[in-house]
């Protein structure tokens, strides 16, 4: 290696930030999967056994149909959260670009605000506006719509809201860094040519903004599936969904091996995820690198 | 033919475009020339319905289209950086427009082939944008624009991004293309050289108002203000005091210059100041006195040969500059000047202008 100091700093910089991630991801990661393989201590702990008891076990029919099913419905409900944060967080961008003005900066300001407050207090912030007798319910009956009008909390209407809710800054800030970027003599240039406004969004706008729209989806659609808190929060534990399956055996169950195996197949599943996410959008993400 | 009528356009109160009249006749070629942030981008935006004027009024073959938005007129733009949409194929670039109005998908492919041969881009209608140069791009927008035989084309400086060589090839190109499809043309540039060789006609423009409109010829010869004489080509002024004589001829008294006669023109008063303007090619140098009756003395201070001709940087008595040029010939090189020569110089009165001070800027 030569010691130009400018190679030397991006070696340091580099070491660093290898050392943060074996130690933080892959070091917990490998003890992750190292203990899926090993047996239940009596006690809760874990005893130096190999075994693959724990995997085995999900061949059982019963068990692992609870376990498709909760995954099903987490699936679901971080598809829903994914669609719903796209469908508020594109229109928010194209807002704060095109239309905020002066005010982008302020606005922007806003969309971050939120992040002051732990995140544990927004989440019960939503306990008190939805409950039957919450302030929404007070509302919709001040408009004449009868007493407690909606029964949403401890429902996933409320853990949908909730996940919406904590997601959609990831989503509208990836998304407005995209959309930034977009020239806008480009959406001239389709006006010029006859492309009204439907058009230049779907023709132009949307095409050049799907670098965002994957990031942005990452975001959501990891952290939503694996969400324990606002299913817990929200949801009052009536319908269970991965994260809370995992938190139990962890934490109720003791039971770490087989959390750890359920993890395991949980973090496989998101890395094809994430593989067929990639194998669909290949073809646009290297047109728009080329 | 697109007829643009007190035409006004401020953004948060500062005058872009100050009461524009213009006329553009069908199979025109016009350009817009003036220095940047003279409001000739802006007019262009105006015509092309990415702006809309604060007021006047704008009509295209008889309809008025000043409230059109910009996807329902049937003009179309050249811009400047080209704005060709990065995520689609050169084909898909050109058919854009033609998909916009629906039409059958077996027709586009013609009048895009069609088009790629124009621009001698045969066959390459697959290849990515980022894939091409700067002058196949800028051929490109011209096609993406005309394929769908606009009644009017606004080219906004297209070839200001590219190479002397390049430029002067296209600005060729541009011209032949459009004596060919005879669409209208309205190109904006700041270069004077593309205005003068390119255009039909010329609109000078200057602090967001037309200061004159004509052939490129009249502009040059007989230019309305002293901008654009000293815009469009090069110029030697000279402050003086107008005075017409007894016999009605008109007279510039230069101080410790002399007098000279000019053109008599319409409005010339007595008393007024303002400056006597000659353009260096017009000047003839002398190395004795010659009897014309406008005589300048000077000596040479600098001197290049270029070829065509030779520039010459002249000093007159009063410490004045003048720049002249004089075309080479074969006798000339034989009684070659030096630097430091005293020498006269000389020019019809015809080839001089006058412009009154309250209209210089």
């Known amino acids: 290696m030569t010691r130009n100091p400018q190679t030397f700093r991006v070696a340091t910089f580099a070491s660093l930030a290898w050392l943060w991630a074996s130690f933080l991801v892959i070091a917990p990661l490998f003890y992750v999967i190292a203990i899926s393989f090993l047996k239940r201590g009596t006690y809760g702990g874990i005893e130096p056994v190999l075994t693959l008891e724990n995997y085995t076990r999900l061949a059982d029919p019963y068990l692992s149909g609870t376990i498709l099913m909760t995954l099903g419905r987490s699936v679901w409900l971080a598809f829903l959260s994914t669609v719903l944060c796209i469908l508020v967080g594109f229109p928010l961008a194209l807002f704060l670009v095109f239309k905020a003005g002066r005010a982008r900066n302020a606005l922007f300001f806003l969309l971050i605000i939120p992040f002051w407050t732990n995140f544990l207090i927004r989440t019960y912030a939503w306990v008190v506006i939805l409950s039957d007798n919450g302030w929404l319910n007070s509302v919709l009956e001040s408009f004449g719509l009868g007493p407690e009008f909606l029964h949403w909390l401890f429902t996933p209407k409320a853990v949908l809201i909730g996940m919406f809710y904590n997601y959609l800054p990831y989503m509208a800030m990836s998304l407005y860094v995209s959309v930034e970027k977009l020239d806008v003599h480009l959406l001239e240039a389709a006006a010029d040519l006859g492309a009204g406004p439907l058009k230049r969004f779907f023709k132009v706008t949307l095409p050049l903004s799907i670098p965002g729209l994957i990031a942005g989806s990452i975001m959501v659609f990891i952290p939503a599936l694996g969400e324990f808190v606002i299913p817990d929060i929200l949801g009052g534990g009536t319908s269970l969904f991965v994260g809370n399956l995992l938190a139990q055996e962890f934490l109720t169950v003791r039971n770490w091996p087989f959390g750890a195996a359920l993890s395991v197949i949980l973090i496989l599943m998101i890395g094809l995820c994430l593989y067929l996410f990639e194998k669909v959008t290949k073809g646009k993400g290297e047109d728009l690198i080329a | ?361």
């Open chain 2, 1 to 361: 033919m697109l007829e643009v009528t007190g035409v006004t356009k401020y953004f948060s109160g500062k005058t872009a475009v100050s009461n524009i009249d213009l006329k553009v006749a069908d199979g025109e070629f016009l350009s817009i020339l003036g220095p940047s942030g003279c409001g000739k981008t802006t007019l262009l935006r105006l015509i092309a319905g990415l702006e809309h004027p604060n007021s006047g009024k704008l009509h295209l073959n008889g309809h008025d289209i000043t409230h059109l938005s910009a996807h329902k007129r049937n003009v179309h733009t050249v811009f400047q950086r080209y704005a060709l949409f990065p995520h689609m194929t050169v084909f898909d670039n050109i058919a854009f427009g033609l998909r916009c109005k629906k039409m059958d998908e077996i027709e586009i492919k013609k009048k895009v082939c069609d088009g790629l041969e124009l621009a001698n881009l045969k066959g390459q209608g697959h290849r990515a944008i980022s894939t091409l140069s700067g002058g196949e791009q800028q051929r490109v927008a011209l096609i993406r624009a005309l394929v769908n035989t606009p009644s009017l084309l606004l080219l906004d400086e297209p070839l200001g991004a590219l190479d002397l060589k390049l430029r002067l090839q296209l600005q060729h190109e541009l011209v032949a293309i459009q004596k060919r499809v005879k669409t209208t043309f309205v190109f904006v540039t700041h270069d004077q050289q593309e205005a003068l060789n390119m255009s039909d006609r010329v609109a000078v423009m200057n602090n967001s108002v037309i200061e004159q409109l004509g052939t490129p010829n009249e502009i040059y010869e007989f230019p309305k203000t002293y901008f654009v004489a000293s815009f469009v080509g090069g110029i030697n002024r000279l402050d003086g005091k107008l005075r017409v004589d007894d016999a009605g001829r008109c007279i510039c008294d230069v101080e410790s210059l002399g007098s000279f006669f000019m053109e008599a023109g319409e409005s010339r008063t007595n008393g007024v100041q303002g400056g006597l303007c000659i353009r260096p090619e017009k000047l003839t140098i002398f190395s004795r006195r010659p009897s014309s009756d406008n005589v300048l003395e000077g000596v040479i201070k600098a001197q290049s040969y270029l070829g065509t001709h030779t520039q010459f940087e002249i000093c007159l008595k009063n410490g004045k500059i003048l720049n002249v040029f004089q075309q080479n010939t074969q006798k000339l090189a034989k009684k070659a000047y030096h630097v430091a020569d005293k020498i006269f110089l000389a020019w019809q009165t015809n080839q001089s202008h006058f412009f009154a001070d309250s209209s210089l800027s």
